[in-house]
């Protein structure tokens, strides 16, 4: 779970995509527990506010579910939606931008491909 | 009494029989320089005084200076904390009286009343020059360096005396068997005088009280 | 539930130090209060505490008046920076005999966590206070906010002097108690970064007023960094609030900030966005003072 944190993003996106992570990498599985908020709030040395307000994000998303008087657990299928969710930010994060700096440098579509044929041989 | 001034009155208590004891053991000390100089006893009425009067004076600085401050940003009210030095100066003041009352009568009953009512007087009024002098150290005015120094010496040479007394009965006891009771009406109301304008400065002074 | 400061004037003598402050702390939160050297931080936290008295206003916990209320009172400590000067009282005592004061007079203290406390912080127990070092004597008034169990607790730097490992391990003591009790808890620090994180509120005192009280994240969200040309920057941060320009050239920088739910809008211009730091956004609103 350790990883740091940085002044990129906000706190709490950062655990939000730091529990997406482990559940990607199984190091958290479907139907198990998450750390609380207390525990991730004293092991990243955060306000448990923001700590909860990165839990309740995946929440939202469909991602974790609350057991009452237990805590939070993964939703079967979470991964499924994890990757899905990934690739549509891949395609914004990467896919676009990757395309926008082309057309400033002037590289063209059949070019572009070439390189990531190319890229990928390595 | 509240929960709050038992609390407080407790550790002042045991603040000020530290303080006490301090003075205690300089007054033994004396009685034993004495003994072995002079071959002979200091006067013990006199030195109770210097061991009770010396502290109380001393806590005028001590008082504005650490125990207001301590108890304040401990959360006790100022109203609380005035009350508890009070029971405090006045549980000493009774506690002094009655042990020298005990040495006085059956050493010399003839100036018991008296003696009693010039020591009286006295501790009031080091009791209230004390705390004016505290209040003025507190709030870094000269003078209350200049009354400190006066009061020391005052109750030096008071206590003084003792040691230069003949076998007990010496100056001392002399003069308190001269002394009027006109002018002890005197003595005894500046000492009082002394003492409320000390208390009425302190209370008004200590709502003020800053925690620097 | 709240402790709320109303409208609070503290002059000494003829200088103002506290201006008209209002401020109100809700309960079970972490607040972080930062301000420039003489701002006014430690006068507010003892004037809050009721340690001082107001020249003009009021302090009310729950709609009670807190001076002179011992029941108020109860609620609050306000752990102080220990200052070595002569006149000084608790550096004059023992550690011990400072803890034995504090275990006497402060009506809900926790012994047994201060123990523990005096043991983790490996503090000799027999030293004057005044023989300690800056940092030692930061653990002591930690150890005494901590243990005080008040339901309101301030504390004035109390990261001074402490070493990085000391200082994390402070803040973790603090987020401990605090998910365990839920009690308030205000901290003054000039270490902003570190401690950014732990505050789920923070609080700008700029010449004995607050500039400003808002959610920590919410704060970092809504104030960004842009550069560029200068007629584009000039361009997007017109009639918005900005501060803090820096200019090179034909380039500009400034901070902007944007109003709480408001979408930055490039407006089509080239210019890099940036995220700032807590301290950043200190500065920038803190230090020269350049609206726009």
């Known amino acids: 779970m350790k990883e740091v944190l940085n002044q990129e993003k906000s706190i709490y996106i950062q655990i939000a995509e730091m529990i997406e992570n482990d559940i990607l990498r199984d190091v958290i599985l479907e139907e198990e527990r998450v750390p609380s908020t207390n525990e991730l709030a004293k092991l990243y040395v955060i306000n448990p506010a923001t700590a909860a307000k990165g839990i309740n994000l995946l929440v939202d998303k469909g991602i974790l579910y609350k057991k009452r008087g237990v805590g939070m657990f993964v939703e079967s299928g979470a991964k499924e939606k994890i990757k899905a969710g990934r690739k549509a930010e891949f395609y914004e994060r990467f896919v676009i931008s990757l395309l926008k700096e082309a057309k400033s440098l002037g590289i063209g579509k059949a070019e572009l491909i070439g390189m990531i044929e190319k890229a990928e041989e390595k | 009494m509240s929960e709050e001034t038992k609390r407080l009155l407790k550790y002042d208590l045991l603040c000020a029989l530290k303080d006490i004891l301090i003075f205690v053991l300089i007054a033994l000390g004396v009685q034993l320089w004495c003994h072995y100089m002079y071959k002979r006893m200091a006067n013990m009425v006199f030195l109770a005084d210097f061991a009770i009067g010396m502290p109380l004076f001393a806590w005028g600085g001590k008082d504005w200076l650490v125990q207001i401050r301590l108890y304040v940003s401990t959360g006790i009210t100022r109203k609380r904390i005035f009350r508890v030095l009070i029971m405090r100066k006045l549980l000493v003041i009774l506690a002094g009286i009655f042990i020298e009352a005990a040495m006085i009568f059956i050493n010399y009953p003839e100036i018991g009343i008296k003696f009693m009512a010039v020591s009286g007087f006295f501790l009031l009024f080091v009791w209230g020059f004390g705390d004016i002098a505290g209040v003025l150290v507190y709030q870094r005015k000269k003078l209350g360096q200049i009354f400190l120094i006066i009061g020391y010496m005052m109750i030096g040479m008071l206590s003084a005396g003792s040691f230069f007394s003949e076998n007990q009965v010496g100056f001392w006891v002399v003069f308190l068997a001269e002394i009027t009771p006109e002018t002890i009406a005197v003595i005894g109301v500046l000492a009082v005088a002394v003492f409320a304008g000390g208390i009425c400065f302190a209370k008004k002074q200590i709502r003020n009280y800053m925690v620097y | ?292």
Not at chain 3, 203 to 224: A, D, P, V
Not at chain 3, 240 to 258: C, D, P, V, Y
């Open chain 3, 1 to 292: 539930m709240s402790l709320e400061l109303k409208n609070i004037t503290k002059c000494y003598g003829k200088k103002t130090v506290l201006n008209g402050l209002d401020l109100t702390l809700e309960e079970g939160k972490i607040y972080g209060l930062v301000g420039r050297n003489g701002a006014g931080k430690t006068t507010m936290l003892s004037i809050a505490s009721a340690q001082n008295p107001t020249t003009k206003g009021e302090i009310m916990l729950d709609g009670e008046t807190v001076w002179e209320n011992q029941k108020c009172l109860n609620q609050i400590c306000f752990s102080r920076e220990i200052v070595n000067s002569a006149d000084n009282v608790s550096s004059a005592l023992k550690v011990k005999e400072y803890l034995r004061m504090a275990q006497m007079l402060f009506p809900y203290w926790d012994k047994e966590m201060a123990d523990r406390l005096v043991e983790e912080f490996e503090l000799d127990e027999k030293q004057k206070i005044m023989k300690l070092s800056k940092g030692m004597q930061s653990m002591i008034t930690i150890i005494v906010a901590l243990a005080s169990k008040a339901k309101y607790t301030f504390l004035d730097e109390p990261a001074a002097g402490l070493d990085v490992v000391a200082r994390e391990n402070f803040y973790r003591l603090l987020l401990d108690e605090y998910s365990e009790s839920g009690r308030t808890f205000v901290i003054s620090t000039h270490i902003i970064e570190e401690a950014a994180d732990v505050f789920e509120e923070v609080i700008f005192l700029n010449k004995g007023t607050i500039m400003l009280k808002e959610n920590t994240e919410e704060l970092l969200s809504r104030c960004i960094h842009i550069s560029g040309k200068a007629e584009d920057v000039d361009d997007i941060i017109k009639g918005k609030r900005a501060f803090h320009q820096e200019k090179m050239g034909r380039s500009k920088g400034i901070t902007l900030m944007l109003d709480g739910g408001e979408i930055f809008d490039k407006k089509g211009r080239d210019v890099e966005v940036s995220p700032l730091s807590l301290q950043d956004v200190f500065v920038a609103l803190c230090g020269r003072e350049e609206k726009l």
